[in-house]
């Protein structure tokens, strides 16, 4: 038998049209629509300086440049921080500088709620000069015209990565929260635009080890290079490889499992109860010849158009073999009973053989007197 479902993890996702936030981006998968933003600003003591802060997903590609006090600093760094516990992280693409630079740590931050965080720590104040921050990006936000020192971390969560020559140094935060946090994501995708890095959602609290993760969102998909893998739409329907799910849990595709479990009711033992109603044989033979089909099945165009229900034709198929089983137990009798009328018309044709044989006998006696 085989059965067509009419029916979806991955280094690429995203998320679209949440409740909590009007806030709409710019699908990253497709990589079209990066935002900028640049600023240039004068520090006027050592100390942290917020250069962005958001109520919705930030992140992007970040360069910084500043030569003054016989420092010079160019870095290039790449940061994403979520709102609502979710974290983020912040890794170093690129850091050169003379005499330690003029910037030397990049702070990401968050209150615990939809504000994030964007800081950098200026090492030095000695006859300063104007710094340049370029951003890029689809969840880049615009940067704070005048970033003044003294910038307190956010009172959620905070990770710092401090600058060193070359390449590649990350750090990171974790998320967490209470058993009924929702985490809130915007309708954007999560897009690692250098490449070998393996993206993570963690849902982590100090004291009680892993939380559960909730991703709350009208439509959710998870792909992997652009190729869809599971969706879950807004009504709660599951969609492997298809994005119209019709049931709870539709398949495009072939489903192997070593075992499937199917809970019903009305499972068709009424077949054997003494008031059952078997149909005559001629009742089906005339049936088949006008339909094609047997009573109760379903067509071979209702299966091409609808699919089957693998519950209802269990169950069909079972009333079917109990009532074929019902025909032969009939049949049986049938045969059996003509076995016996067969062995008695035997025995008489046997005795009425001997009474003749025996007055032929009889007669030829006769006539030979």
């Known amino acids: 038998m085989k059965i067509i479902f009419i029916l979806p993890f991955a280094l ?12 709409t981006g710019t699908n990253l998968i497709n990589k ?11 520090p006027t003591a050592i100390g942290w300086y917020r250069i962005a802060s958001s109520a919705v997903p930030q992140g992007g590609r970040i360069e910084i440049s500043g ?37 030397d740590q990049i702070r990401i931050s968050s209150d615990g709620t939809a504000n994030s965080y964007l800081d950098i720590h200026i090492s030095s104040a000695t006859s300063p000069t104007a710094i340049t921050i370029t951003g890029s990006g689809a969840l880049m936000p615009a940067f704070i015209a005048s970033p003044v020192v003294g910038a307190n971390a956010g009172t959620g969560f905070s990770a710092v990565l401090t600058l060193n020559h070359g390449f590649n140094t990350t750090a990171a935060l974790t998320s967490y929260g209470g058993s009924a946090t929702w985490l809130a994501v915007p309708s954007v995708s999560m897009y690692y635009e250098k490449s070998a890095d393996l993206g993570m959602i963690n849902s982590w609290h100090p004291s009680v080890s892993w939380k559960p993760l909730h ?33 709870a849990l539709s398949v495009n595709g072939t489903v192997r499992a070593k ?10 033992d009424y077949v054997f109860k003494p008031n059952y109603r078997l149909p005559l044989l001629s009742e089906v033979k005339d049936y088949i010849d006008k339909h094609q ?14 699919g089957i229900s693998l519950g209802d034709i269990a169950k069909l198929q079972t009333k079917k073999i109990e009532e074929l089983t019902l025909y ?18 035997k025995t008489e044709l046997n005795q009425l053989k001997q009474q003749q044989d025996a007055r032929i006998s009889a007669l030829e006696k006769l006539l030979l007197k």
């Open 12 to 23: 690429w996702a995203f998320f679209s049209s949440t409740e909590s936030t009007a806030y």
């Open 32 to 42: 079209t629509a990066f935002g900028t933003s640049t600023v240039s600003f004068t």
């Open 67 to 103: 030569t003054y006090d016989n420092r010079a600093t160019d870095v290039e760094f790449q940061y994403n921080m979520g709102t609502w516990g979710i974290g983020g992280s912040v890794q170093q693409t690129r850091y050169s500088s003379f005499n330690h630079g003029v910037v």
């Open 215 to 247: 991703i709350k969102a009208a439509n959710i998909s998870f792909l992997s290079y652009d190729i869809l893998g599971l969706y879950q739409d807004a009504s709660g329907k599951v969609g492997i490889g298809t994005t119209t799910p019709r049931e």
């Open 259 to 268: 075992e499937m479990k199917v809970e019903l009711a009305n499972w068709p």
């Open 293 to 306: 089909h047997l009573p109760e099945m379903p067509s071979e165009t209702e299966v091409a158009k609808n």
């Open 328 to 345: 032969l137990i009939e049949k049986d009798k049938q045969i059996r009973m003509q076995k016996e009328e067969n062995a008695k018309i």
